[in-house]
């Protein structure tokens, strides 16, 4: 997360930023700790939806961009 404090040193981005399994370190001013609502979950299954296709994008992994700046990973639900 140290990146992203060097790109938005107040905390404002123009999209959410979520962060996880950073114990008592603080991820980001202003960012989102998932661990604490992952512990309030609810056990039961939701409802799958009828608008979510096999080859939809489920959700966008970056990288840390080691070779330039940091390039998302499109996972599928396929996947």
């Known amino acids: 997360m140290l990146a992203l404090g060097n790109v938005y040193p107040d905390g404002k981005a123009s999209v959410p930023i979520f962060g996880s399994g950073l114990g008592d370190r603080q991820i980001l001013k202003g960012a989102i700790d998932t661990d604490l609502d992952l512990n309030k979950v609810s056990?039961?299954?939701?409802?799958?939806?009828?608008?979510?296709?096999?080859?939809?994008?489920?959700?966008y992994i970056y990288t840390s961009g080691t070779t330039g700046l940091p390039k998302a990973a499109i996972i599928k639900h396929s996947r």
């Open 43 to 59: 056990a039961i299954t939701p409802q799958p939806s009828s608008h979510v296709n096999f080859t939809d994008d489920l959700f």
